[in-house]
């Protein structure tokens, strides 16, 4: 997790790479299931609770959880882990 920061730190506009998600298997899987994928482009449409962000020409809305957090880095930081999906 070295250089991963938590979604919840970025500004609205900012662009960041999802790193990963750490969380119960079901709440994770769902957000995979969305698309929330290790290496997938996120931009914060806007911060807060709930957070909007745009993945993949889309939108999507989560709200802060305290079993759930989603992990990101910023471009040009190094590779993120890619998760694999069941």
Not at 29 to 36: A, I, M, N
Not at 41 to 64: N, Q, T
Not at 77 to 85: D, F, R, S, V
Request: aromatic residues 2%.
């Amino acid at each position: 997790m070295e250089g991963s920061i938590p979604l919840s730190c970025l500004r609205d506009g900012e662009s960041a790479l999802i790193d990963r998600i750490i969380g119960p298997d079901d709440h994770v899987h769902r957000l995979q299931e969305f698309g929330l994928l290790g290496g997938a482009m996120i931009e914060v449409f806007r911060g807060g609770s709930p957070c909007i962000i745009r993945l993949e020409g889309g939108k999507v809305c989560l709200r802060a959880d305290d079993l759930l957090r989603v992990l990101v880095k910023r471009p040009g930081g190094p590779t993120p882990e890619l998760k694999k999906t069941a």
